[in-house]
């Protein structure tokens, strides 16, 4: 079974990378998705627009045209991974869950013990919790072949 999952969160490790080649390693047939993972990027992707005198109108374009981008893809995918990293505050990644949520959409939620309080209503409404890259592709291996 081909299975689409949707990759969002934290931008400043490696585990978008860890997932798609474990999941390459067993032979899973996924299509993954993501959101924009290079900051200045995301950051400028409402400047096609015109140029705004004031950071929150620029902020506010670039929200409305990479949210067109998050629904497109959180909609199309089977699965959502939300990785909350120690770092930084995901409010993009709390809402894409919520979102989730909303479209009773299955998600994954990828953090560490140390914030489990913080993301208890996100994890409220997660399918799973992991705290591992590993234990991803392992759920992901469970549905897209049925084996543990």
């Not at 969160?9 to 047939?29: F, K, N, S, V």
């Not at 045209?65 to 629904?71: L, Q, S, Y």
């Not at 809402?95 to 939620?109: E, H, Q, R, S, V």
């Amino acid at each position: 079974m081909q299975l689409a999952v949707y990759l969002s969160g934290e931008i400043h490790t490696q585990w978008r990378d860890e997932i798609i080649a474990g999941c390459a390693q067993h032979g899973l047939d996924i299509v993954f998705y993501s959101a924009v993972t290079d900051h200045d990027a995301s950051d400028a992707a409402g400047d096609m627009l015109g140029e705004e005198e004031k950071s929150f109108w620029r902020d506010h374009k670039s929200a409305k045209v990479n949210a067109i981008r998050t629904k497109t893809l959180i909609e199309r995918s089977d699965i959502a991974i939300v990785r909350f990293g120690n770092k930084y505050k995901q409010w993009n990644a709390a809402f894409d869950a919520g979102y989730c949520a909303a479209l009773g959409k299955p998600y994954i939620t990828l953090h560490d013990e140390d914030i489990i309080h913080p993301l208890k209503e996100v994890d409220a409404s997660a399918l799973a919790w992991a705290t591992t890259t590993d234990q991803v592709i392992e759920i992901l291996k469970y549905v897209g072949q049925n084996t543990l």
